[in-house]
């Protein structure tokens, strides 16, 4: 009787349902690449290495690789938007709001290599030579967000907020810079603060 009611049409129907979500942010990260190409954007460093990791921000290997130190902002987009959907859209089913997060932060990654903003970030933080993301850091960005969507859901919202002022913490320390900080000085910047951070 237990096998039976495993493959009964009912519990198909949801598989299938369940299925979608993930098809869709599958369908969200396809467009975001033909974008972000269509863009201009390198697929990878134009370094020619193929390293899947640079650690120092002050190089041009910075947003250049799949990952490095800013991935963990990226963490922390996925666990933030993990608690706004979850608020805003509580009747959704959490598959749903992971695709939304997926959407917002591949709508980001297009958004955040576009002219305007490549030059701001080059005007207003301690990015200088900043020419865009990669296309796979970008992808790499949407993976580390979705991952934090999911480290959210695990953790819950206690946890997720120590989390998130850890990460904040370690961030300043090792590569003075951090999401909040980021956003402080790509809306207003501060020059005493731009100071500190070039001073590394």
């Not at 039976?4 to 979500?21: D, F, K, M, T």
Request: aromatic share 14%; net charge negative.
């Amino acid at each position: 009787m237990h096998q039976q009611a495993e493959s009964s049409p009912g519990n198909r129907v949801s598989a299938r349902a369940a299925l979608w979500p993930g098809l869709a942010a599958v369908l969200v990260l396809g467009l975001t690449l033909f974008e972000l190409r269509h863009q201009g954007r390198s697929w990878w460093c134009s370094c020619g290495q193929w390293w899947p990791w640079a650690g120092d921000v002050w190089t041009l290997h910075n947003s250049q690789h799949f990952a490095d130190p800013y991935s963990l902002t990226h963490v922390l987009h996925g666990i933030l938007l993990c608690g706004v959907l979850a608020l805003a859209g509580a009747r959704l089913p959490w598959r749903w709001r992971f695709f939304l997060a997926v959407l917002l932060e591949a709508a980001w990654e297009i958004f955040e290599n576009t002219e305007f903003v490549i030059q701001r970030y080059r005007e207003a933080t301690l990015a200088l030579g900043y020419m865009g993301d990669s296309v796979v850091n970008s992808m790499g960005d949407v993976v580390f967000c979705a991952l934090g969507f999911m480290i959210a859901r695990y953790l819950g919202f206690w946890r997720s907020a120590v989390f998130c002022l850890v990460t904040e913490c370690l961030l300043l320390l090792w590569i003075h810079d951090n999401l909040t900080l980021n956003i402080v000085m790509l809306i207003w910047p501060m020059e005493a603060i731009k100071a500190w951070q070039m001073a590394h």
